[in-house]
């Protein structure tokens, strides 16, 4: 990593994002009557990373429902997030959805029976959905550093297809995961996927149910639990908040009733979270009243 | 750990605690308005063990401040409650306040300097304000079958100090320890003790302020991450409530501004959490809407 | 694995292998006058498997010398042969040159600039050399069988690849790797080729050096403490002679200046090594006095 | 530990250790004809530490035979002297009984029904028995320094007593193991006492047997794959004989049919070995062609 005193360090080891200037950043809040505020680059898109695991998670419980826990644990790592000792130790079950192996399990899951592309589409459509929003891309430069240097995501998957916990072949799981990962979105298009997050299932602009309640509240305690690798205690306990981050930079963060947010600042902390992004939302909750801990 | 069907297993491992009957079920909630709904056997006393790890948690806080933090991580440990590997991967710095070991760490940290005896009665006295009844005491036969058998904690501490993190012998700090974990109290004088993390910091019957708000915020934030050892990820996703399990089979839970919340079934589950009292929880918390994680 | 009593299990995880007929026991000795003493099915081939390790590390050390230790520790590892906890503790290093991944280190280092065609001709030749007959070959399907299901090895690759460990695209040394393994030899065939390691580093029919001596006594050195994975200590203890095992259950077994011995029986014990062959060697050590801890 | 440029760092958790000069250096080799050949400081007693565990496990096999093995296995640990993960894992059973945990383990057995003075006696005066020297004795300092301070020790049994590993209270055990580990003793003298296992388990001077020629070899082969902790790799590539270090700084190593070897030198290497004893025993078997695997 390259680095960056104040900001943290910009992920190097996918070499497209190793670019990006680490200067930026943006913030985008959605209220509850729906509306936004957006600040700094808050339109500029970036790599999403990680955070389109919870996006694909809430695809594959809308597919699988309860048997998706049959592949994945609920409970939280306490290793980072590209472990591969925790697979060896509970005979290749990922411990969380958000973890990289999990999230790739969850991918096979979605995947099965079906075409990478099909797959791809289905899920590029439904973040075009929730953001209200048809120009989100897939930026396929990211995708292909990604597909040729990702070797570690290539072992988690391989070390899971030994234990008969991936049904695809590992080069079509891993194609659906590297592209997906590689989603670009602006803060205000991500705090807009979100809302279904903050609003108990429901789509606020529409009024459509997304998912329902108890479901949005299950997926905010994952993203509580194991949003943020072996950094998940550390943002509970300063931010209060639900949030998933990715190592692009970004954070998406939901204030249950009140709030989706999501931030951007491309330097992480050491356990791969956005640093800035993380400091922004501890003074934005604290200032809002808006823990789920106590206001 | 002995068989009871759809009740889980009452702990045998401390023989005192072996002994109490697997049928007891009590609850007991503190509304925002101080008024108290108690259930069952609610007014029975029962070992609180680990529940007593969040009031000497708080008590180091006071003392300590974040200086507590060099000593203990706030990360969730994804093992069990008395696992020993993490220590030495990591120095002996225990993951969390939580597990035994850090709360081995702690009670060292609030020991400092006194006397095992002296400390013992503020903590009992501090638990008597708290739940505003001077009737409550330790079990001496409990902590005397503990301090007889617990060879487990005995390594955990004896580990700890090999690496420096406790200043005090080991038998002070194990004394104290085993001591506090004995604490007798029923559903409603725990969920009274409790009152606190459920106001904002505030004593709602007196008004005095026994933590900052913020304080109060970041102990909800623990308990959600690491009070149910690895059984946390489970309890966040099914109750959505801070909390705070001991091998007694009580549970303590903090509805944020709404309500703070005792239960009791001494049989346990894998991870060593009240079976009967996490399922209670889940109801009432549906039913309420308690949830942190959106109504 | 398919269970068969007295002799242990067959290997089924390659389903080439799964088919072999577990009554199947062969033994070839070759003493110090270069007479050869086989029995059995000593002159039927079966799949070396990791016994060829022994070979491609003797072959590796010559190319490369000491630089090799750079990429493979020589400590015993106490793990199953295809863990991947230990890599990650270690950086990707594997711990020695026996288990899956050192070997796979081993192999990508004679790749190093060659077309891997070239180089598994070059494996397949100094076996023939070694052995003494141009007849030996590589089994095909047993390649292609492992190259289809190979999944944890492809984990270990991919994830040493990721710390850098590996200089060649993983697929090209995996194929390597799968074929080496995939060597068919009989016992007889077998213990000509380990001759040099019973003499000093000399093929005794030709009188030329293969290695020196003093390689000659270290790759013993490093059998005898690793080679049979977490069963090494066992087979130190019962046999004490430096052996390699592999999955297809044959054994090399040699006694320093006194013979080269090869053993074959298809059903393995719980380490992955063959069950009777183990037995044999130690009744034969014991009655020619063999043991190099004393007669 | 101390910073010693060349000769490795003395020891410095054990208080009393830390003051011995790392300076020393001294040798004794005991011939198949039973001359000694004695140079340096080796008639200087030291702390034999680790190497009494040599002969705490020869007179335990001796009291329980194969039964032993139920409490300890006899594996290579891959890991250092005192780690306790490996213990966790495996349900408080060492893996081997050369480790600390393994030799507190042994030293239990020993005890079994015993006191403690009585037992210590029974080792000390084997100990003068087969050096042939009543003048060996404890050195009740260095016993005192290391009860003292041995808290990971201390750990290690206590972990075990919850297991059900150790019969007796574990004070009793610990004091027992503290004080064989402080015999002191020249390097004449531990040669002496060591040449029941160069000579097939026969004392060469009185023609007594101590073992049977079986044990003696087996002892010879737990001796090579576990006596240097995770160095042993290290010394049987290098030296190529069966030894047991101590923190002292003492090794103790077996040419079986040759001879028996005691070297000291206190400095350290990272696995806690004596570096220029290792280095001096490396040179030696070159120099006199005793390595096991090939002369």
């Given at each position: 990593?390259?680095?960056?005193?104040?900001?943290?360090?910009?992920?190097?080891?996918?070499?497209?994002?190793?670019?990006?200037?680490?200067?930026?950043f943006?913030?985008?809040?959605?209220?509850?009557?729906?509306?936004?505020?957006?600040?700094?680059?808050?339109?500029?898109?970036?790599?999403?990373?990680?955070?389109?695991?919870?996006?694909?998670?809430t695809?594959?419980?809308?597919?699988?429902?309860?048997?998706?826990?049959?592949?994945?644990?609920?409970?939280?790592?306490?290793?980072?997030?590209?472990?591969?000792?925790?697979?060896?130790?509970?005979?290749?079950?990922?411990?969380?959805?958000?973890?990289?192996?999990?999230?790739?399990?969850?991918?096979?899951?979605?995947?099965?029976?079906?075409?990478?592309?099909?797959?791809?589409?289905?899920?590029?459509?439904?973040?075009?959905?929730?953001?209200?929003?048809?120009?989100?891309?897939?930026?396929?430069?990211?995708?292909?550093?990604?597909?040729?240097?990702?070797?570690?995501?290539?072992?988690?998957?391989?070390?899971?297809?030994?234990?008969?916990?991936?049904?695809?072949?590992?080069?079509?799981?891993?194609?659906v995961?590297?592209?997906?990962?590689?989603?670009?979105?602006?803060?205000?298009?991500?705090?807009?996927?979100?809302?279904?997050?903050?609003?108990?299932?429901?789509?606020?602009?529409?009024?459509?149910?997304?998912?329902?309640?108890?479901?949005?509240?299950?997926?905010?305690?994952?993203?509580?639990?194991?949003?943020?690798?072996?950094?998940?205690?550390?943002?509970?306990?300063?931010?209060?908040?639900?949030?998933?981050?990715?190592?692009?930079?970004?954070?998406?963060?939901?204030?249950?009733?009140?709030?989706?947010?999501?931030?951007?600042?491309?330097?992480?902390?050491?356990?791969?979270?956005?640093?800035?992004?993380?400091?922004?939302?501890e003074?934005l909750?604290?200032?809002?009243?808006?823990?789920?801990?106590?206001?």
């Amino acid at each position: 990593m390259a680095a960056r005193p104040d900001r943290g360090d910009v992920a190097t080891y996918i070499p497209e994002l190793a670019r990006v200037d680490p200067k930026h950043f943006g913030i985008a809040v959605i209220d509850a009557e729906g509306n936004a505020h957006v600040g700094g680059d808050g339109d500029m898109p970036f790599s999403i990373q990680s955070i389109s695991k919870v996006f694909t998670l809430t695809l594959a419980l809308g597919k699988a429902g309860d048997r998706l826990w049959r592949r994945v644990g609920r409970e939280p790592s306490g290793s980072p997030f590209n472990s591969i000792v925790q697979l060896e130790n509970e005979r290749g079950i990922p411990r969380n959805p958000f973890i990289n192996a999990g999230a790739i399990a969850i991918t096979d899951l979605i995947l099965s029976g079906h075409q990478p592309r099909e797959v791809l589409g289905e899920i590029l459509r439904f973040m075009q959905f929730l953001a209200d929003d048809p120009t989100i891309i897939i930026d396929e430069a990211v995708a292909a550093s990604e597909q040729r240097t990702g070797y570690r995501n290539n072992a988690l998957a391989n070390y899971m297809k030994a234990f008969g916990v991936l049904d695809n072949p590992v080069e079509y799981t891993l194609g659906v995961y590297f592209h997906h990962c590689a989603i670009a979105m602006s803060c205000r298009q991500l705090a807009m996927a979100g809302r279904f997050l903050a609003q108990y299932g429901r789509n606020p602009t529409t009024g459509h149910r997304v998912v329902q309640p108890e479901r949005a509240r299950r997926i905010n305690a994952l993203m509580l639990m194991c949003g943020h690798y072996d950094g998940s205690g550390e943002f509970a306990y300063r931010v209060g908040l639900p949030g998933k981050s990715g190592v692009g930079g970004g954070i998406l963060a939901i204030a249950p009733g009140k709030a989706s947010i999501a931030v951007w600042s491309p330097g992480l902390d050491a356990s791969g979270n956005s640093h800035l992004g993380r400091i922004a939302l501890e003074i934005l909750t604290r200032r809002m009243g808006w823990s789920i801990f106590g206001a």
